[in-house]
């Protein structure tokens, strides 16, 4: 299992904390400290859709600029800036044996654990 995020984040603290008390391995990818792959966020792109995997509820997006802003308009643009941008990227990113996962939910995370989906 492999975790993409950003270290700091509260919300990547709270899901590598779940794995961790569940007991499970896996290993973490620091999108500032490791960088971002571009070939393998397009594939999560496909996987959630764009519009998922960008976080426009986030500081970073706030703080683009109106133009920067409005010329997201469909996965290529949203890649272009997620690349250059890090930090816009939703968090966590979670590829599993079996299934992905966006976004920390421990309601949805407990569940899948159940399932064997989560490992």
Not at 51 to 75: F, I, P, Y
């Amino acid at each position: 299992m492999k975790v993409y995020g950003i270290k700091n984040c509260d919300t990547v603290k709270k899901a590598r904390k779940f794995l961790e008390e569940a007991g499970i391995d896996y290993e973490f990818h620091d999108y500032k400290k490791d960088g971002v792959n571009a070939d393998k966020l397009a594939d999560f792109v496909a996987e959630f859709g764009w519009e998922a995997v960008l976080n426009k509820r986030g500081t970073t997006w706030r703080r683009l600029d109106e133009a920067t802003q409005d010329s997201v308009v469909d996965a290529s643009s949203a890649l272009d800036v997620m690349i250059e941008q890090p930090s816009i990227i939703k968090r966590p990113i979670v590829e599993g044996e079996i299934k992905n996962f966006i976004g920390f939910d421990p309601v949805s995370w407990e569940m899948a654990l159940e399932l064997g989906e989560l490992k």
